[in-house]
């Protein structure tokens, strides 16, 4: 019986171990070339297999997509939570936290545009839900707090008021990234910041 349970085990870890290398291969791809370039194949020859085993793993593109990114919104969470140690959450820190936020996706264009300009479905047997990408009712209810001490916005509405600034940061990086107007990196920072000030010093 113990014999079993290790064999399973040893089988489960290798299985999980060529798992990761058909993740880690296709978000080579999709950092690399876009995602417009990811296929079974590439994604297959890149981690070293053939493009027929990949389907032991996974039942087609978009269930090894989605778990891709999954992968690829955790390691955004991890960078964010890394740069924001130590920021005081006042109005020039909460500028700070969505400076850096854009920041990341000015330098991984091709994440982003992955992550809002490719469809992707939930796959039968499961998945995360990545559309909102960051805990915005855990995360930004510690990073608004104090406004909401302050009288500047009310607690019920820190969930409406971090969704409007990432949503107008996504709106911003994408029309940068497509050259369509005058809007640049540095003047986004510019109308962020000044967003920021209204949302939450508007009652000062």
């Given at each position: 019986?113990?014999?079993?349970?290790?064999?399973?085990?040893?089988?489960?870890?290798?299985?999980?171990?060529?798992?990761?290398?058909?993740?880690?291969?296709?978000?080579?791809?999709?950092?690399?070339?876009?995602?417009?370039?990811?296929?079974?194949?590439k994604v297959a020859n890149k981690?070293?297999?053939?493009?027929?085993?990949?389907?032991?793993?996974?039942?087609?593109?978009?269930?090894?997509?989605?778990?891709?990114?999954?992968?690829?919104?955790?390691?955004?969470?991890?960078?964010?939570?890394?740069?924001?140690?130590?920021?005081?959450?006042?109005?020039?820190?909460?500028?700070?936290?969505?400076?850096?936020?854009?920041?990341?996706?000015?330098?991984?264009?091709?994440?982003?545009?992955?992550?809002?300009?490719?469809?992707?479905?939930?796959?039968?047997?499961?998945g995360e839900d990545t559309s909102?990408?960051?805990?915005?009712?855990?995360?930004?209810?510690d990073t608004f707090m104090s406004?909401?001490?302050?009288?500047?916005?009310?607690?019920?509405?820190?969930?409406?008021?971090?969704?409007?600034?990432?949503?107008?940061?996504?709106?911003?990086?994408?029309?940068?990234?497509?050259?369509?107007?005058?809007?640049?990196?540095?003047?986004?920072?510019?109308?962020?910041?000044?967003?920021?000030?209204?949302?939450?010093?508007?009652?000062?």
């Amino acid at each position: 019986m113990e014999k079993e349970k290790k064999s399973d085990d040893k089988k489960n870890t290798k299985r999980q171990r060529i798992k990761m290398y058909f993740l880690e291969a296709a978000e080579e791809i999709i950092q690399a070339e876009g995602h417009e370039s990811v296929s079974v194949r590439k994604v297959a020859n890149k981690a070293g297999y053939s493009y027929a085993t990949i389907y032991n793993y996974f039942t087609d593109l978009n269930e090894l997509l989605w778990a891709t990114k999954e992968i690829m919104v955790n390691k955004l969470y991890k960078t964010i939570i890394e740069k924001i140690q130590g920021v005081e959450f006042d109005i020039s820190g909460i500028k700070k936290v969505f400076s850096i936020y854009a920041e990341y996706y000015f330098e991984n264009p091709n994440i982003f545009r992955f992550f809002y300009f490719y469809r992707l479905n939930r796959p039968e047997r499961g998945g995360e839900d990545t559309s909102n990408e960051l805990d915005i009712t855990g995360m930004w209810r510690d990073t608004f707090m104090s406004f909401v001490a302050d009288g500047s916005i009310k607690e019920q509405d820190i969930e409406i008021v971090a969704k409007t600034i990432i949503y107008a940061v996504h709106g911003m990086i994408a029309l940068c990234l497509s050259n369509n107007g005058d809007l640049t990196e540095e003047n986004l920072h510019k109308d962020l910041e000044k967003m920021i000030d209204y949302l939450l010093l508007k009652k000062q």
